[in-house]
């Protein structure tokens, strides 16, 4: 069965996209790949926390009561539930992050920011809003900035 045609701005649909909308797609690609690679490296030679760690870590701040169970920060951080596991393995190891069980459910496991996982978290977000400011806030105007957004949203299924 072939894919659906993507609407066009017209409202008509094609089977292909353009080569306009292809160019495109990849410069997206391209950008954000290149953001994402600096901010990594950036944080491992600054910090020594990989991006994923840095975005649980984020995630887990800003959660009520500093913790979320392990399916939610799996989809929170855009991780497989066994890719999660590893990394709060790691994190708990470094005393960043605890694990418990969820009261009200005998299988259910929760992650908790720690104290020094703030901590850690509190330094790191020097390097990486630095990072933010210059791969990416710097090379935009607020028109840009504004469009970007507008445009980000339309795209978030």
């Not at 890719?83 to 709060?88: A, E, F, K, P, S």
């Not at 929760?110 to 210059?134: F, K, N, P």
Request: charged content about 30%; proline content about 4%.
């Amino acid at each position: 069965m072939a894919a659906p045609a993507a609407p066009t701005g017209s409202g008509r649909r094609r089977a292909v996209p353009t080569p306009a909308e292809l160019a495109s797609w990849r410069s997206f690609l391209r950008a954000h790949s290149g953001i994402t690679k600096a901010l990594e490296v950036e944080l491992e030679v600054e910090q020594r926390l990989s991006l994923a760690a840095y975005d649980v870590l984020v995630q887990l701040s800003e959660a009520p009561g500093h913790r979320l169970r392990m399916t939610e920060l799996a989809d929170a951080v855009l991780l497989s539930r066994s890719g999660v596991t590893r990394l709060v393995d790691r994190l708990e190891r470094a005393a960043l992050v605890t694990r418990s069980k969820v009261a009200d459910d005998g299988r259910g496991v929760s992650a908790e920011l720690t104290v020094a996982g703030y901590e850690r978290l509190r330094v790191a977000a020097v390097t990486h809003m630095r990072g933010i400011r210059e791969h990416f806030a710097d090379r935009l105007d607020d028109a840009d900035l504004t469009a970007l957004e507008r445009i980000s949203r339309k795209l978030v299924p």
